[in-house]
């Protein structure tokens, strides 16, 4: 169960029941955001067998601090934050989620983990990434817009496990005021050790945004999952 300030927060859904689809992606939504409007992105992708999943934080901010902030800044923010996205993989994974989030009314059909995309924008990003170097493993793709892991310059890297050749991917323009490129560079060498297929992408005289080029890559990756 999760605790602290995310507990007992909703999960939307959008495509087919879990045990009609192909593969899954789980959506973190950034700052300020709704984890509805991360599910336009389904629209984006195309596919009508992907089951999308989409937890929702409280009052829309995972933690209330700059990512760069010391861990304890953003406490119990950050670790309620994990858990319910822990609590999102496993019900994705076990087939136990229901249209108001987890629970005992699905059949039990979930997605096996190496089907499952987890992809986060900003804010979302950042926890998309902390949480899969923290739990790794072999998914089907992580996925970083505008992200990179969480804590400050110097914060120990010391994450257990190998993501087995998981594609992971952290796009980022030069010019984001939130994102420094050293900390998507630190965020892909990290991936690296933990044995990730990593691709990294900076765009010159770019801002905080997501481009069509990320999308493009997004694309490619759902459909290697879920063909």
């Given at each position: 169960?999760?605790?602290?300030?995310?507990?007992?927060?909703p999960i939307e859904?959008?495509?087919p029941d879990l045990a009609d689809a192909s593969a899954a992606m789980i959506?973190?939504?950034?700052?300020?955001?709704?984890?509805?409007?991360?599910?336009?992105?389904?629209?984006?992708?195309?596919?009508d067998d992907v089951a999308y999943v989409a937890p929702q934080a409280q009052r829309g901010s995972w933690y209330p601090n700059s990512f760069?902030?010391?861990?304890e800044a953003n406490q119990p923010h950050l670790d309620s934050a994990l858990e319910l996205l822990d609590e999102t993989v496993a019900g994705v994974t076990a087939g136990t989620l229901d249209d108001a989030g987890t629970g005992d009314d699905a059949n039990g059909d979930g997605i096996p983990l190496d089907r499952v995309v987890l992809l986060g924008f900003s804010q979302g990003g950042c926890l998309a990434t902390e949480y899969a170097a923290r739990n790794a493993d072999?998914?089907?793709?992580?996925?970083?817009?505008?992200?990179?892991?969480?804590?400050?310059?110097?914060?120990p890297?010391?994450?257990?496990?190998?993501?087995?050749?998981?594609?992971?991917?952290?796009?980022?323009?030069?010019?984001?005021?939130h994102i420094p490129v050293d900390r998507v560079e630190e965020s892909?060498?990290?991936?690296?050790?933990?044995?990730a297929e990593m691709e990294t992408r900076?765009?010159?005289?770019?801002?905080?945004?997501?481009?069509?080029?990320?999308?493009?890559?997004?694309?490619a990756l759902v459909a290697d999952v879920a063909d």
């Open positions: 169960m999760v605790s602290g300030p995310h507990a007992d927060q859904r959008a495509g959506l973190v939504h950034g700052r300020g955001a709704r984890a509805s409007g991360m599910l336009g992105l389904a629209d984006e992708i195309g596919r760069l902030a010391d861990l072999r998914y089907g793709g992580v996925v970083a817009l505008s992200g990179g892991l969480i804590g400050p310059e110097g914060t890297r010391e994450y257990d496990g190998s993501m087995d050749g998981t594609p992971v991917f952290i796009g980022c323009g030069d010019q984001d005021p892909a060498r990290v991936f690296e050790d933990l044995d900076i765009y010159e005289g770019v801002g905080h945004t997501v481009l069509e080029d990320e999308l493009e890559y997004v694309r």
